[in-house]
C-alpha cells in the first residue's frame, strides 16, 4: 500500500522522525535530544515534540506512523497505561540472579537466559514491583500505545528476548511451569510488526483522523530496513567499533553461545514472500582499532594511497582487547597485530584487510550454519565512507557490495509503517 508515513526512532541520547512519501522519497525531519532516556515521561514530551516538528502540511497528510526504540528497555504499567515502575534499560543487568531461576525451567540454552534480556527483567520487575492489573511494556509499545490508546499489545521483534517464539506465534509452554505462571497476565499480546493497530487517539497532534498507528520494531532491525534490503541472500554490514552482519534468510539461524540469533522478517500470510529471517551475528573487530592506530585525517590519506590489487599479506586479527564470539567463538582469544611494517599506509591496509577477511567469514559461518547464501551486502557505519575498505571488501566477498542509500533507523521504520514486512 502506498502511503505516506512517518517513522519514529527512539535511541539512548537522541529521537528522530522521518516522513517518506510512497516512493520513499524524504519530506521532512526531525531530531530531539533525550537527556534522561529511563525517564518515560520525557519520552512522550519528546514524542509529541517531533511530531509537531513536522510541518503542518506534510503532518495532515501522514497516514501511517510506527516506531522503533532499544531492544529490551521496558517496564511496568498500570491498566491506564501510567508507569508503576522504574524503566530498566536495555544493558541494565540488574536482574542477573533471575538467569539462574531460569536456568532450572529451561532445558535448553535459549536467547531469554541473559541478564538484559525482557524476560529476566521482568522476573526482577515482578519480584519487586508487585502490582495487581499490571502489564509489561517495551519503549517502542509504551509510546504507540500513547498514539492509539491500546495498552498491552507488543511486536515479534521486540518480544524476542521476552521468549515469544515468532515461528510458532505463541509464548513457549514453559511458561505455564510454577515458577513462570504468575507472569502471564503481565505478557503482551504479540503481532507482526507493521500490523496496523488503530487510528489515532490524540487528536491534538496536528495529524489526520485517519491516521494508523502500526506495531514497531528494534532500532537495529529499523536500520536493517532502512538500507532497502528486502531479498533472500541480501544483508547489511554495519562497519562501526565493532563489525555488525544482519543477513536476510529464508530459514532460521541459532547459535547462541556465539551471539547468533534470528528475528522473523517474513509473513507467511503474503504468498510473494513467504517466512524469511533476519540472521545476525557481531564480532569484536571493528573500526575502533583504526581509531587506536591513526587519525582521521591520517585514516583519509592513507587510504587515498592504497593499492587495493597488491595485497599486503599480512594476517591480523585486530581485537582491541582478548576474546571474541563470532566468527569465532573464543573468549580467550588474543589480538594479533603483528608483524607491524614501517609503513603505515601498509600497516592501514593489512588492517583493512584483515578486518574484511574476518566479514567474510562472518557471512561465511551464517550460511555453514544453515542461512541462505549471501548474494549483495550493503554498508552502513562510518567505515562505508572509505573507498579502499569497499573494494577490498568486494574482493572478499565476492558479491556486489555498495553503501546503503538511507541508514537512519527512522526511515527504516517509516518503510515498516508503508507495507509492513512484506514489502519489495
Same mark, same amino acid.
Given at each position: 500500500?502506498?502511503?505516506?508515513?512517518? *517513522?519514529?526512532?527512539?535511541?539512548? @541520547?537522541?529521537?528522530?522522525?522521518?516522513?517518506?512519501?510512497?516512493?520513499?522519497?524524504?519530506? $521532512?525531519?526531525?531530531?530531539?535530544?533525550?537527556?534522561?532516556?529511563?525517564?518515560?515521561?520525557?519520552?512522550?514530551?519528546?514524542? +509529541?515534540?517531533?511530531?509537531?516538528?513536522? /510541518?503542518?502540511?506534510?503532518?495532515?497528510?501522514?497516514?501511517?506512523?510506527?516506531?522503533?526504540?532499544?531492544?529490551?528497555?521496558?517496564?511496568?504499567?498500570?491498566?491506564?497505561?501510567?508507569?508503576?515502575?522504574?524503566?530498566?534499560?536495555? #544493558?541494565?543487568? =540488574?536482574?542477573?540472579?533471575?538467569?539462574?531461576?531460569?536456568?532450572?525451567? %529451561?532445558?535448553?540454552?535459549?536467547?531469554?537466559?541473559?541478564?538484559?534480556?525482557?524476560?529476566?527483567?521482568?522476573?526482577? %520487575?515482578? &519480584?519487586?514491583?508487585? &502490582?495487581? #492489573?499490571?502489564?509489561?511494556?517495551?519503549?517502542?509499545?509504551?509510546?504507540?500505545?500513547?498514539?492509539?490508546?491500546?495498552? *498491552?499489545?507488543?511486536?515479534?521483534?521486540?518480544? %524476542?528476548?521476552?521468549?515469544?517464539?515468532?515461528?510458532?506465534?505463541?509464548?513457549?509452554?514453559?511458561?505455564?511451569?510454577?515458577?513462570?505462571?504468575?507472569?502471564?497476565?503481565?505478557?503482551?499480546?504479540?503481532?507482526?510488526?507493521? &500490523?496496523?493497530?488503530?487510528?489515532?487517539?490524540? &487528536?491534538?497532534? *496536528?495529524?489526520?483522523?485517519?491516521?494508523?498507528?502500526?506495531?514497531?520494531?528494534?532500532?537495529?532491525?529499523?536500520?536493517?530496513?532502512?538500507?532497502?534490503?528486502?531479498? !533472500?541472500?541480501?544483508?547489511?554490514?554495519?562497519? *562501526?567499533?565493532?563489525?555488525?552482519?544482519?543477513?536476510?534468510?529464508?530459514?532460521?539461524?541459532?547459535?547462541?553461545?556465539?551471539?547468533?540469533?534470528?528475528?522473523?522478517?517474513?509473513? +507467511?500470510?503474503?504468498?510473494?514472500?513467504?517466512?524469511?529471517?533476519?540472521?545476525?551475528?557481531?564480532? #569484536?573487530?571493528?573500526?575502533?582499532?583504526?581509531?587506536?592506530?591513526?587519525?582521521?585525517?591520517?585514516?583519509?590519506?592513507?587510504?587515498?594511497?592504497?593499492?587495493?590489487?597488491?595485497?599486503?599479506?599480512?594476517?591480523?586479527?585486530?581485537?582491541?582487547?582478548?576474546?571474541?564470539?563470532?566468527?569465532?567463538?573464543?573468549?580467550?582469544?588474543?589480538?594479533? %597485530?603483528? /608483524? +607491524?611494517?614501517?609503513?603505515?599506509?601498509?600497516?592501514?591496509?593489512?588492517?583493512?584487510? @584483515?578486518?574484511?577477511?574476518?566479514?567474510?567469514?562472518?557471512?561465511?559461518?551464517?550460511?555453514?550454519?544453515?542461512?541462505?547464501?549471501?548474494? =549483495?551486502?550493503?554498508?552502513?557505519?562510518?567505515? $562505508? =565512507?572509505?573507498?579502499?575498505?569497499?573494494?577490498?571488501?568486494?574482493?572478499?566477498?565476492?558479491? /556486489? !557490495?555498495?553503501?546503503?542509500?538511507?541508514?537512519?533507523?527512522?526511515?527504516?521504520?517509516? =518503510?515498516?509503517?508503508?507495507?509492513?514486512? #512484506?514489502?519489495?
Amino acid at each position: 500500500m502506498a502511503v505516506i508515513a512517518l *517513522g519514529i526512532d527512539f535511541g539512548t @541520547s537522541g529521537a528522530r522522525a522521518i516522513a517518506i512519501d510512497p516512493e520513499g522519497k524524504i519530506l $521532512a525531519t526531525a531530531r530531539r535530544p533525550l537527556h534522561q532516556p529511563e525517564r518515560p515521561q520525557e519520552w512522550a514530551a519528546t514524542l +509529541r515534540a517531533l511530531i509537531l516538528d513536522i /510541518p503542518s502540511a506534510i503532518r495532515q497528510q501522514i497516514q501511517r506512523i510506527a516506531i522503533d526504540a532499544t531492544s529490551s528497555t521496558v517496564f511496568l504499567c498500570d491498566a491506564q497505561g501510567q508507569p508503576c515502575s522504574p524503566v530498566l534499560l536495555y #544493558n541494565d543487568d =540488574r536482574a542477573q540472579n533471575h538467569v539462574q531461576t531460569l536456568r532450572q525451567i %529451561l532445558t535448553t540454552d535459549h536467547l531469554v537466559l541473559s541478564a538484559t534480556s525482557s524476560l529476566v527483567k521482568l522476573l526482577w %520487575l515482578q &519480584t519487586h514491583y508487585p &502490582t495487581v #492489573n499490571a502489564v509489561l511494556v517495551h519503549q517502542a509499545d509504551w509510546l504507540a500505545f500513547l498514539l492509539h490508546g491500546q495498552l *498491552g499489545i507488543s511486536d515479534w521483534h521486540n518480544a %524476542l528476548k521476552l521468549g515469544y517464539d515468532p515461528a510458532q506465534e505463541a509464548y513457549p509452554d514453559w511458561f505455564s511451569h510454577p515458577t513462570l505462571a504468575s507472569l502471564q497476565p503481565l505478557l503482551p499480546k504479540v503481532i507482526p510488526p507493521g &500490523t496496523v493497530l488503530g487510528k489515532v487517539t490524540a &487528536t491534538d497532534l *496536528g495529524l489526520s483522523l485517519e491516521c494508523e498507528v502500526c506495531a514497531g520494531t528494534t532500532d537495529s532491525i529499523a536500520a536493517f530496513l532502512a538500507s532497502g534490503a528486502s531479498q !533472500v541472500g541480501e544483508a547489511v554490514t554495519s562497519l *562501526g567499533s565493532t563489525l555488525v552482519l544482519k543477513l536476510l534468510s529464508a530459514s532460521r539461524v541459532e547459535d547462541l553461545a556465539a551471539g547468533i540469533y534470528s528475528h522473523r522478517l517474513g509473513d +507467511r500470510s503474503s504468498r510473494a514472500v513467504g517466512d524469511r529471517w533476519l540472521v545476525g551475528g557481531a564480532s #569484536n573487530c571493528g573500526a575502533a582499532i583504526l581509531a587506536q592506530f591513526f587519525t582521521p585525517a591520517e585514516l583519509e590519506r592513507l587510504s587515498a594511497q592504497i593499492d587495493v590489487n597488491q595485497p599486503t599479506g599480512l594476517d591480523y586479527y585486530p581485537l582491541l582487547k582478548r576474546g571474541e564470539r563470532f566468527p569465532i567463538n573464543d573468549p580467550h582469544l588474543e589480538p594479533r %597485530l603483528e /608483524p +607491524r611494517p614501517d609503513d603505515p599506509r601498509l600497516f592501514l591496509q593489512g588492517l583493512l584487510e @584483515s578486518l574484511s577477511r574476518i566479514e567474510a567469514q562472518g557471512y561465511q559461518q551464517l550460511q555453514r550454519l544453515g542461512a541462505s547464501p549471501l548474494k =549483495r551486502v550493503w554498508t552502513a557505519g562510518g567505515g $562505508a =565512507r572509505n573507498p579502499a575498505w569497499l573494494a577490498l571488501r568486494q574482493q572478499y566477498l565476492g558479491v /556486489p !557490495v555498495a553503501v546503503s542509500p538511507q541508514t537512519e533507523a527512522a526511515y527504516g521504520t517509516a =518503510r515498516l509503517a508503508q507495507a509492513g514486512l #512484506n514489502f519489495n
